[in-house]
T-cell receptor, first 113, second 114 residues
Framework: KNQVEQSPQSLIILEGKNCTLQ??????????LRWYKQDTGRGPVSLTI?????NTKSNGRYTATLDADTKQSSLHITASQLSDSASYIC????????????FGAGTILRVKS | DGGITQSPKYLFRKEGQNVTLSCEQN?????MYWYRQDPGQGLRLIYY???????QKGDIAEGYSVSREKKESFPLTVTSAQKNPTAFYLC?????????????FGPGTRLTVL
C-alpha cells in the first residue's frame, strides 16, 4: 500500500533554533517527492520538489534531502523564525496513471519567541 | 494576479442540503483537482480533471459531484449523500495533464454542517 509517514506529529522549538522533520514513504513506482508548507486555514505552498536522482535541494533556510534507497526524506529548517510556524507536508508522486500524489499527514511546527 | 481562487472561504450547510464550492484558475493549467483535508490526516483526492469536459473519481468520490465545462473552472458540489461533509476543501491545478510538475493550491473552503 502506498503510504507516507511523517514524524514527529508536532514540534515546538525556540526562535533561532534549527529543526529537522522526517518523512518515510512506501510509494512505488516513485516519481518525485515534494515538501509543502501550509499555514493555518490556507492552501499548501510548495517548498521543494526532488526527483529520484536528486539527494538535496535548498530553498532559502529550508533544505530537503532524499535517500531513494531507504525511501526517506528530511526537511531541515535553519535559524527558525516565528513565521515558520505551520504544518509541513511531505508528498510523494507515483509514476502511475493520473500523476497520483500520496500525502503525509504533516508535521505541525510551532516556533516560540 | 495569477493563481487559484476558491469561494466562499467559509460555508455553512444544513443537513440535507447540496452546496457548491467554486474553484477558478487563470494559470492556463490543464489539470485540476479537489482534495479534502481532515485533522490529522493527509489530503485525500475527491475528483480530478485532466481536460475540459472530462473528469475522474478520486479515492473518496462518493457524495460529491463535479463539472469541467471551462478550462478555468472546476466546481465541486457536496451532496446530501455525503454523510460527513464537514472538512477543509482544497482545489489544486497543474500545467500538464498527467504531468509531474508542481501542483498549485487554492486558499481553501471550510465547510461546516450545522
Amino acid at each position: 500500500k502506498n503510504q507516507v509517514e511523517q514524524s514527529p506529529q508536532s514540534l515546538i522549538i525556540l526562535e533561532g533554533k534549527n529543526c529537522t522533520l522526517q518523512c518515510n514513504y512506501t510509494v512505488s513506482p516513485f516519481s518525485n517527492l515534494r515538501w509543502y508548507k501550509q499555514d493555518t486555514g490556507r492552501g499548501p505552498v510548495s517548498l521543494t520538489i526532488m526527483t529520484f536522482s536528486e539527494n538535496t535541494k535548498s530553498n532559502g533556510r529550508y533544505t530537503a534531502t532524499l535517500d531513494a534507497d531507504t525511501k526517506q526524506s528530511s526537511l531541515h529548517i535553519t535559524a527558525s523564525q516565528l513565521s515558520d510556524s505551520a504544518s509541513y507536508i511531505c508528498v510523494v508522486s507515483s509514476r502511475g496513471a493520473g500523476n497520483k500524489l500520496v500525502f503525509g499527514a504533516g508535521t505541525i511546527l510551532r516556533v516560540k519567541s | 494576479d495569477g493563481g487559484i481562487t476558491q469561494s466562499p472561504k467559509y460555508l455553512f450547510r444544513k443537513e440535507g442540503q447540496n452546496v457548491t464550492l467554486s474553484c477558478e484558475q487563470n494559470l492556463n493549467h490543464d489539470a485540476m483537482y479537489w482534495y479534502r483535508q481532515d485533522p490529522g490526516q493527509g489530503l485525500r483526492l475527491i475528483y480530478y480533471s485532466q481536460i475540459v469536459n472530462d473528469f475522474q473519481k478520486g479515492d473518496i468520490a462518493e457524495g460529491y459531484s463535479v463539472s469541467r465545462e471551462k478550462k478555468e473552472s472546476f466546481p465541486l458540489t457536496v451532496t446530501s449523500a455525503q454523510k460527513n461533509p464537514t472538512a477543509f476543501y482544497l482545489c489544486a491545478s497543474n500545467l500538464l495533464a498527467g504531468g509531474f510538475d508542481e501542483q498549485f493550491f487554492g486558499p481553501g473552503t471550510r465547510l461546516t454542517v450545522l
